[in-house]
């Protein structure tokens, strides 16, 4: 069983920047898209952004685009989130999440079937 490991959360002053990582166990792992969804407290979890491992397909969510940008290194089995400018409401427990289904929906978490155990961003103002 595959493992998705985050990794670069914190505590950070509005308008500072984070970035996370999210490592895949498996060099043998194959999987349509990685991305990151958070989960803000008494929120709904959200989507926020993912890629394919190969066609560089990137789809990044309204509310963060333009200050987050997701990333991808394939020798390493890991995507990042690099993430500026950020908010109050940037705080969120965020979930690095991959899918194995051949038609998955980018944004919906119900599509994600390997995720890994969350990383804090907390952003003071």
């Known amino acids: 069983q595959v493992q998705l490991v985050e990794s670069g959360g914190g505590l950070v002053q509005a308008g500072g920047s984070l970035t996370l990582s999210c490592a895949a166990s498996?060099?043998?792992?194959?999987?349509?898209?990685m991305g990151w969804f958070r989960q803000g407290l008494g929120k709904e979890r959200e989507f926020v952004a993912t890629?394919?491992?190969?066609?560089?397909?990137?789809y990044t969510a309204d509310s963060v685009k333009g200050r987050f940008t997701i990333s991808r290194d394939n020798a390493k089995n890991t995507i990042y989130l690099q993430m500026n400018s950020l908010k109050p409401e940037d705080t969120a427990l965020y979930y690095c999440?991959?899918?194995?289904?051949?038609?998955?929906?980018?944004?919906?978490?119900?599509?994600?079937?390997?995720w890994g155990q969350g990383t804090q961003v907390t952003v003071s103002s």
């Open positions: 999440a991959a899918t194995t289904y051949s038609n998955p929906t980018y944004y919906d978490g119900a599509s994600y079937n390997v």
């Open positions: 498996s060099r043998t792992f194959n999987s349509n898209f």
């Open positions: 890629t394919t491992w190969s066609g560089g397909r990137i």
